[in-house]
Each structure stands twice: as structure tokens, then as C-alpha cells.
């Protein structure tokens, strides 16, 4: 079963190089991720130790080092890259949410705010020794 506890990061900026227009990757563009990761948090609620939750400082640092890392034509592997990570160095995450934005996206006549992708990735169950999770559980 998924944790029903949630920490969370809006409105993270970063700037990247991300896109499949060569201004785009030349000139580079702001990018905004939110996370919301799902994890037991009742350990640390109860012993206010660091240790037994997981770090803002963790999760802003991944998402960073993958914006403003290598160059990805689509913002989809920029989330799916974030997310992976995540899981990958993170154990008490349980599942992970990633939207990230493109602010002001040159689509050629548009007025928007922004434009963008948003997933959510559950740890396998193998990985956390519990039942297989049913495809609706994943989404």
C-alpha cells in the first residue's frame, strides 16, 4: 500500500537547455518542477529524528542536477529522468509526482502561462518486498 503522507517542492526554478528548437538549446529557458513524493512519515512525526524522513535539500538537489544537466529535447525525459533519480537514491520514497513547466513556451500566436508534463512513478514492489501493485495502483 502507498503511503498517504506526502512531502512536497513548488515552484522550483531552474534554468536548462532543454527543448527541440534550436533556440531552445541555445539560448536556454527557465523550467518549474514541483515534486510531491509519498512516504511513511509517522517515524519521524513521532521521533523528530531527520534520518526517518526524506530532505527537501535531497529532493531540490536531484531535480537541479537534472534541469540543468545535459541537454533533453523533450521536458517528458527531463520529468521521467527527475523521478527515476528519486527512487533510485531516495529508499523511503514510495512514489514520486514530477510536473515540470515550460513558462512562456514559443509556440508561434499563444498566450499561456505555461506549458508542461506531469507523471507519477511507483517504486516496484519488488523494491519495497511488498505485493505486486495492480496496474490502476500506478497511475
Known amino acids: ?19 527541440v528548437h534550436v533556440e531552445e538549446r541555445r539560448l536556454g529557458q527557465r523550467f ?12 519521524a512525526g513521532q521521533s523528530d ?7 527537501y535539500s535531497d529532493l531540490y538537489r536531484i531535480a537541479r542536477e537534472v ?6 529535447d523533450l521536458i517528458e525525459v527531463v520529468a521521467e529522468h527527475i523521478a527515476g533519480e528519486v527512487l533510485q537514491r531516495l529508499p523511503l520514497v514510495e512514489d514520486v509526482q514530477v510536473t515540470v ?16 508534463v506531469s507523471i507519477r512513478r511507483v517504486r516496484a514492489a519488488s523494491e519495497t518486498g511488498g505485493p505486486p501493485r495492480s496496474a490502476q495502483d500506478t497511475r
Open 67 to 72: 534541469v540543468e544537466g545535459p541537454p533533453r
Open 1 to 19: 500500500m502507498v503511503a498517504t503522507d506526502r512531502v512536497f517542492l513548488e515552484g522550483m526554478v531552474f534554468y536548462g537547455y532543454h527543448g
Open 101 to 116: 513547466r515550460k513558462p512562456g513556451a514559443p509556440i508561434r500566436g499563444s498566450v499561456l502561462d505555461a506549458v508542461g
Open 49 to 55: 529524528r531527520v534520518e526517518e524522513t526524506v530532505s
Open 32 to 43: 518549474v518542477v514541483d515534486l510531491v513524493v509519498s512516504c511513511d512519515l509517522r517515524p
